[in-house]
């Protein structure tokens, strides 16, 4: 159950425009995403995130591959999918001129469930703080946010794929949103999106996976993406740095990227402390600051294809 597949993803690739001017903006993605889990699409400006989530909505044609959403073919079955998934796309176009309540009564006549969708949308609204009443044009762009989720929600689907979720949206809100999601995994929905906010990542999300100019560099488990065994320390000696100090800490093995500043020595250790506490006793040490890499740091190295530096 746990392993079963809700999005399959083969060799899907995106060139945009022709000639010269080719962007390859996805380039053989394969990826699966589980049945009850969160996964967070993580990857810097243009790394092809909404690229690849406009392809498993068949808003754009695949250059080259495949995939499929509930087993089924997401260019032939499109209309069925859509039927089962709500949809946040990044750039939202409402009708500017309606209100909340008639946006979404609209969505609801068309999935075909009046009554009982638009109270689950009242639900949605009034957990989000959102006030149905303005019209669009009168919404703030965090509140334009917060319609489209009710719009990608209030059917309950069986999966939901959103594309920055919480861009806008305040604190209160994002933690109302990440209860939501939590809610969905506990009834064994599945959630795609993705993000640039880590920390809303290491919140909510079971599986990342991190793009890179258009190709997956990695798919982990945040606890394991976040359980890294490398430290930042900072030693601080009450007078000057110990002779010899930093060379005897490039010598050894489990410390590397040494930097001394005045009284303060900096360095990158895995492992034991012994070591270390041998090499600083010979100064008076004043301060003992252990850092763990933030995941901010771990997605970075990532990001800039130093995964050398995780280990
Ligand atoms: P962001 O986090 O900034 O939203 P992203 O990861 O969603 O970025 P995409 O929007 O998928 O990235 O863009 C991937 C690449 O494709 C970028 O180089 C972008 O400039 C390019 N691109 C996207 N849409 C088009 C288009 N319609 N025509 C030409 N190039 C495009």
Request: aromatic content about 6%; glycine content about 10%.
């Amino acid at each position: 159950m746990a392993t079963e597949s809700v999005i399959e993803i083969s060799g899907l690739s995106k060139t945009y425009g022709s000639g010269s001017k080719q962007t390859l903006a996805l380039n053989r993605l394969d990826l699966s995403v589980r049945r009850g889990e969160i996964f967070g699409y993580l990857g810097p400006n243009g790394a092809g995130k909404t690229t690849t989530i406009r392809l498993l909505l068949d808003l754009i044609r695949p250059s080259a591959g495949s995939a499929s959403i509930f087993g089924m073919d997401i260019r032939a079955d499109s209309v069925e999918i859509h039927r089962r998934i709500g949809f946040l796309p990044g750039e939202l176009s409402l009708w500017e001129g309606r209100t909340g309540d008639q946006i979404i009564h609209y969505v609801a006549s068309v999935r075909g469930d009046t009554r009982g969708i638009a109270k689950h949308a009242d639900e949605l609204a009034e957990r989000l703080d959102l006030d149905k009443t303005k019209r669009v044009r009168d919404l703030s762009s965090g509140n334009k946010r917060k319609l489209g989720l009710v719009i990608a929600m209030m059917h309950s689907p069986e999966l939901l794929i959103l594309d920055e979720p919480t861009g806008g949206l305040d604190p209160l809100v994002q933690q109302t949103f990440h209860d939501m999601m939590e809610e969905y995994r506990a009834k064994g929905k599945t959630v795609f999106l993705s993000s640039h906010v880590l920390s809303e990542v290491q919140a909510i999300c079971d599986r990342v996976g991190i793009l890179r100019d258009g190709e997956l560099k990695a798919v982990e488990s945040v606890e394991k993406i976040t359980n890294v065994e490398f430290n930042w320390v900072d030693v601080t000696f009450r007078d000057a740095v110990p002779a010899g100090l930093q060379q005897q800490l490039d010598n050894m093995p489990s410390i590397t990227d040494v930097s001394t500043n005045g009284t303060r020595v900096r360095m990158r250790m895995i492992g034991d402390f012994d070591p270390l506490l041998r090499a600083i006793s010979g100064g008076y040490v004043e301060m003992l600051h252990v850092e763990e890499p933030s995941l901010e740091e771990i997605f970075l190295a990532f990001y800039s294809g130093d995964e050398e530096k995780l280990q």
